[in-house]
C-alpha cells in the first residue's frame, strides 16, 4: 500500500510540473502568437459586418434616391402635357403659338414636379430634333452621357456639369442623372429622352456621414471601373480595373478581396447595388488596420515573461502543501473500496487546521467513512421494509377497485331480473374472492391467476353478452411462474372497460408464452387505443409514483409497480397502441433457469 501512495505522490507531483510547464509555454504561444491572430481574424470579421452594415444603409438611401428620380421620369413620361408638347412639335402643320404654348403649359408642369421633391432634382425633356425644355441648340447630343446612352444603353449617369439645367445652381454644380425613354404612348415612336438629375454632393455627403473605418476609403464606381461620383479613386486604373473585372464575375452580391499593390496589402469590400451597374467599395489598408494590434504582440511578450516568473513560484509552493495531504487521501480512498472503513481512517492524514481546502477535504472524508458505515448498516433492513409497504399498499388498493365494479354487475343483473344469471356471477364472485382471501401467500402461479380471470371473464360475458368475445392462449410450460397476485386481472379490466368507450364491441386477447427461458404475457385489445403522451407517461413512470397513481392507468401502474418490486430487473413491459384500432400490452418475465413446476412452487410455500 506504501509503494501505491508513493507512486501516486510522484504521479501527482510529476503532473502538476508538467501542468505548471505547459502553463508557462502557453503564456508565449497565446499571448504572443494566437491572441494577435485571434485578434486579426476578429478585427477583420468586426470590420467586414460593419462594412456590410454600412453599405446596406447606403444601399438603401440610393435606391430611395433613384426610385424617386425614377417615379418623376415615369410621371413627366405619362403626363398629357409631355405627350402634347411631344405631338405639336412632331406634327409640321403646327403653328409657333401651339409649340409656344405646349411648351409654357410643360414647363410649368416640370417646374412644380421640382418644387415638390426633397432632393433638388431636376428635369429636361430633350427631343430628337433638338428641342429641350430648359436651354438651347443641339449642344446637348455631344454630351459623354448621351452618347453613353445611345451606344451603351446606360440609364444611370457617371458625375458631370449640364448646362442644360433650369438654375443657374444646377448648371455650376456636378449631377447624376437616370434617363427614360420618350415616346408616344399613342404611336409608341421614339421621341427623345427625359432626363432626371439630383446634385451629385447628396451622394458624396451621405457616404461621408457612413465613414466604415477611419483609415478606410469608401467610393462608388460603375461595372467599368468609372467612378460614378466626383471624388477621388485612390486605385491605380489597372488595379481597379482587375478588382472590378473579379467582382463582376463572382455570384456574390456582397463580398470582400483582398488585393496586393507594391508590397502593400489591402482589403477591399465591395456591395453591387440592385438597380444599376454601380459597386460600393471601401478600401482599407491591411497595416493600418492592424497597427494597435502588433504594438499589442510586442506587450504581450513582455507580459508572458512576468507570468513566467510567477508560476514557478506558485508550482513549488503549490506542490510542497497540496501533493502530500492528498496523497495520504488517495490511500484512504483506496480502503473504502475494498469496503475497510477501519483501515480507511488509519490511513487518513492528519492536518493542522480545516479552515483551508486540503483541511476542509479531509475532514469531509473522516465525516463521509463514518456516514457511510452507520447507512451501510441500516440501508439493508430499511430497503426491506420500504418494499413489503409499498407492496402490500398496492395490493389494498386493487383490491376494492375490482369488487366494486363486479358487485355493480351482479346490482344491473338484479334490476334486470336475470336470476339465473344473478347466480353465475355469484358463483364466479365466490371463487374471485375465496382466490383473494388466500392471504398467506403473496404470490403464486400463472395457472392459479389464469383460473382467476377466467372466472373474471365469466362475468363481464354475462353482462355484455355476445358484444364481449375473449380468448386465452396459454402455454402449458409456462403457467408454473410464479407471480404477484392480481397481475392479469387489472389489464384485463382496462382493456375490457376501455374497448366499449367509442365502441359497441369488444374482443379481448390473452396470451401466455415461454419462450427461450422468458415468459411473455400479453393482453390485446381493439378499443379506442392510446395517445402517444399517455404511453410515455407510463413508460417513464417510477415504482414511487405507484401510490400516486389516478384515473385511466391506476390499475396498469399498479400491476408495473408491483412486478418492479418483485422482480426488480427480471421484468420488462412495452405498450403498443394506435388510436382507434386498440392496444397490446406485454409483460416480459426473464428466467435463466426455467420456469418452476408446481412442485417446486409447494416446496416454495
Known amino acids: 500500500m506504501q509503494r501505491v501512495g508513493m507512486s501516486m505522490f510522484f504521479s501527482l507531483r510529476n503532473r502538476l510540473f508538467i501542468i505548471f510547464t505547459i502553463l508557462l509555454t502557453i503564456p508565449f504561444l497565446v499571448l504572443s502568437i494566437l491572441i494577435p491572430a485571434w485578434l486579426t481574424e476578429s478585427i477583420k470579421d468586426q470590420t467586414r459586418e460593419l462594412s456590410v452594415e454600412v453599405m446596406d444603409q447606403y444601399s438603401l438611401y440610393i435606391e430611395s434616391i433613384a426610385t424617386q428620380a425614377e417615379d418623376i421620369g415615369k410621371q413627366v413620361l405619362l403626363n398629357e402635357l409631355t405627350q402634347d408638347w411631344l405631338r405639336v412639335n412632331g406634327n409640321p402643320d403646327a403653328t409657333v403659338g401651339e409649340k409656344f404654348l405646349a411648351e409654357t403649359n410643360l414647363e410649368s408642369q416640370l417646374a412644380a414636379m421640382m418644387i415638390n421633391n426633397s432632393n433638388s432634382m431636376s428635369i429636361n425633356?430633350?427631343?430628337?430634333?433638338?428641342?429641350?425644355?430648359?436651354?438651347?441648340?443641339?449642344?446637348?447630343?455631344?454630351?459623354?452621357w448621351y452618347s453613353e446612352y445611345l451606344n451603351d444603353e446606360r440609364i444611370y449617369t457617371g458625375a458631370h456639369l449640364d448646362s442644360f439645367q433650369q438654375s443657374s445652381e444646377m448648371i455650376n454644380q456636378q449631377v447624376n442623372s437616370f434617363l427614360v425613354p420618350l415616346f408616344d404612348l399613342n404611336t409608341m415612336m421614339n421621341g427623345g429622352v427625359i432626363k432626371v438629375s439630383f446634385p451629385t454632393h447628396i451622394l458624396e455627403n451621405a457616404l461621408d456621414n457612413q465613414a466604415i473605418v477611419q483609415t478606410g476609403y469608401t467610393y462608388l464606381v460603375d461595372?467599368?471601373?468609372?467612378?460614378?461620383?466626383?471624388?477621388?479613386?485612390?486605385?491605380?486604373?489597372?488595379?481597379l480595373t482587375q478588382t472590378?473585372?473579379?467582382?463582376?464575375?463572382?455570384?456574390?452580391?456582397?463580398?470582400?478581396?483582398?488585393?496586393?499593390?507594391?508590397?502593400?496589402?489591402?482589403?477591399?469590400?465591395?456591395?453591387?447595388?440592385p438597380f444599376a451597374d454601380w459597386v460600393l467599395m471601401n478600401e482599407v489598408a491591411e497595416s493600418e488596420l492592424f497597427s494597435e494590434v502588433n504594438d499589442?504582440?510586442?506587450?504581450?511578450?513582455?507580459?508572458?515573461?512576468?507570468?513566467f516568473i510567477l508560476t514557478m513560484i506558485a508550482s513549488f509552493i503549490f506542490s510542497s502543501t497540496i501533493i502530500l495531504p492528498v496523497s495520504g487521501l488517495t490511500k484512504a480512498m483506496s480502503f473504502i473500496e475494498r469496503g475497510d472503513f477501519k483501515g480507511a481512517k488509519s490511513a487518513l492524514p492528519s492536518v493542522r487546521s480545516g479552515k483551508d481546502e486540503v483541511g476542509y477535504l479531509i475532514h469531509a472524508a473522516d465525516h463521509?467513512?463514518?456516514?457511510?458505515?452507520?447507512?451501510?448498516?441500516?440501508?439493508?433492513?430499511?430497503?426491506?421494509?420500504?418494499?413489503?409497504?409499498?407492496?402490500?399498499?398496492?395490493?389494498?388498493?386493487?383490491?376494492?377497485?375490482?369488487?366494486?365494479?363486479?358487485?355493480?354487475?351482479?346490482?344491473?343483473?338484479?334490476?334486470?331480473?336475470?336470476?339465473?344469471?344473478?347466480?353465475?356471477?355469484?358463483?364466479a364472485l365466490g371463487k374471485m374472492l375465496r382466490y383473494s382471501l388466500k392471504t398467506e401467500h403473496t404470490e403464486v402461479p400463472l395457472a392459479e391467476e389464469l383460473m382467476y380471470i377466467k372466472s373474471y371473464t365469466d362475468i363481464l360475458k354475462i353482462r355484455y353478452g355476445d358484444q364481449l368475445k375473449v380468448t386465452i392462449k396459454d402455454d402449458s410450460s409456462a403457467l408454473g411462474l410464479l407471480v404477484p397476485k392480481f397481475t392479469l386481472q387489472p389489464l384485463v379490466e382496462n382493456a375490457v372497460k376501455y374497448s366499449f368507450t367509442q365502441k359497441h364491441h369488444a374482443e379481448i386477447d390473452i396470451s401466455i408464452t415461454d419462450q427461450n427461458h422468458s415468459v411473455i404475457v400479453a393482453v390485446s385489445d381493439k378499443g379506442e387505443g392510446m395517445t402517444e403522451d399517455l404511453i410515455t407517461n407510463l413508460k417513464d413512470f417510477e415504482e414511487s409514483d405507484v401510490l400516486k397513481s389516478k384515473g385511466y392507468s391506476i390499475g396498469l401502474r399498479n400491476v408495473i409497480g408491483r412486478l418492479k418490486l418483485y422482480f426488480g430487473d427480471r421484468f420488462s413491459y412495452d405498450i403498443k397502441s394506435r388510436p382507434g384500432l386498440g392496444t397490446d400490452m406485454y409483460l416480459y418475465f426473464y428466467t435463466n433457469e426455467g420456469v418452476e413446476n408446481d412442485e417446486d412452487h409447494d416446496r416454495r410455500r
Open 368 to 427: 463521509t467513512i463514518d456516514q457511510l458505515n452507520r447507512m451501510i448498516e441500516t440501508e439493508y433492513k430499511a430497503n426491506l421494509r420500504r418494499k413489503d409497504a409499498e407492496y402490500n399498499a398496492l395490493l389494498l388498493q386493487i383490491n376494492p377497485h375490482f369488487l366494486n365494479n363486479t358487485l355493480e354487475i351482479i346490482g344491473s343483473l338484479a334490476l334486470q331480473e336475470k336470476n339465473r344469471e344473478v347466480m353465475n356471477v355469484s358463483v
Open 223 to 239: 461595372s467599368n471601373a468609372e467612378k460614378v461620383l466626383s471624388q477621388r479613386v485612390p486605385s491605380e486604373k489597372t488595379d
Open 244 to 273: 472590378i473585372g473579379a467582382i463582376n464575375l463572382s455570384d456574390l452580391e456582397k463580398g470582400m478581396i483582398e488585393r496586393v499593390e507594391e508590397g502593400e496589402k489591402f482589403l477591399i469590400f465591395y456591395q453591387k447595388l
Open 296 to 307: 499589442l504582440q510586442r506587450t504581450l511578450l513582455f507580459i508572458s515573461f512576468g507570468i
Open 125 to 144: 425633356v430633350f427631343l430628337n430634333d433638338g428641342a429641350t425644355v430648359w436651354g438651347e441648340g443641339l449642344g446637348w447630343t455631344a454630351e459623354g
